[in-house]
T-cell receptor, first 112, second 112 residues
Framework: QQPVQSPQAVILREGEDAVINCSSS?????VHWYRQKHGEAPVFLMI?????EQKGHEKISASFNEKKQQSSLYLTASQLSYSGTYFC?????????????FGKGTLLTVNP | DTAVSQTPKYLVTQMGNDKSIKCEQN?????MYWYKQDSKKFLKIMFS???????INETVPNRFSPKSPDKAHLNLHINSLELGDSAVYFC???????????FGSGTRLTVV
């Protein structure tokens, strides 16, 4: 079942913060986050596992609330390079039999 | 060195034709995937192969036939192309959780 992302789109000025949410109606094993720039391939940002810790690098971090089956991606002090479509992907299990199902994406635009 | 490479990058063809897309990864990953991204940017899994063996086959028309001659290659052959097949097709590979997917640059298929 497809995870639900919100918001669908967000517009920021450089230096502002944003939060993108991803929720599932099913118990999750992992949540992935990807960023896709226009005309390019999705690029892996990070993965959060059931029972794992909050992840992050530089100014982009994420959390996973197992009780609510929700994940949030935090972008702080946004830069122009953060613009793109952000996708969360969810797995119900950890083996190769489990597929990564993506949400519909959140279009993030960072303006100067 | 390109990690996941797809050819061709663009494909324009007439309805009813048969076409193939090739994918190769040099990351040593065991699992490879085909995803379809439609005009609304929705990424949907089509097939998954683990070490040359078909693992996931979503509800894809029989006109689509994947082939994996070895674990580094996954090709997609499409018969009797239809207008609705127009999309960007992404190949991806993974070494499994807790690692993310690495996507190829995509093949934009346009059926006229």
């Amino acid at each position: 079942q497809q995870p639900v992302q919100s918001p669908q789109a967000v517009i920021l000025r450089e230096g502002e913060d944003a939060v993108i949410n991803c929720s599932s109606s099913k118990a999750l094993y992992s949540v992935h986050w990807y960023r896709q720039k226009h005309g390019e391939a999705p690029v892996f940002l990070m993965i959060l596992l059931k029972g794992g810790e909050q992840k992050g690098h530089e100014k982009i971090s994420a959390s996973f609330n197992e009780k609510k089956q929700q994940s949030s991606l935090y972008l702080t002090a946004s830069q122009l390079s953060y613009s793109g479509t952000y996708f969360c992907g969810t797995e119900l299990g950890g083996g190769s039999n489990y597929k990564l199902t993506f949400g519909k994406g959140t279009l993030l635009t960072v303006n100067p | 060195d390109t990690a996941v490479s797809q050819t061709p990058k663009y494909l324009v063809t007439q309805m009813g034709n048969d076409k193939s897309i090739k994918c190769e990864q040099n990351l040593g990953h065991d699992t490879m995937y085909w995803y379809k991204q439609d005009s609304k940017k929705f990424l949907k899994i089509m097939f998954s192969y683990n070490n040359k063996e078909l693992i996931i086959n979503e509800t894809v028309p029989n006109r689509f036939s994947p082939k994996s001659p070895d674990k580094a290659h996954l090709n997609l052959h499409i018969n009797s192309l239809e207008l609705g097949d127009s999309a960007v097709y992404f190949c991806a590979s993974s070494q499994g959780t807790p690692y993310g997917y690495t996507f190829g640059s995509g093949t934009r298929l346009t059926v006229v």
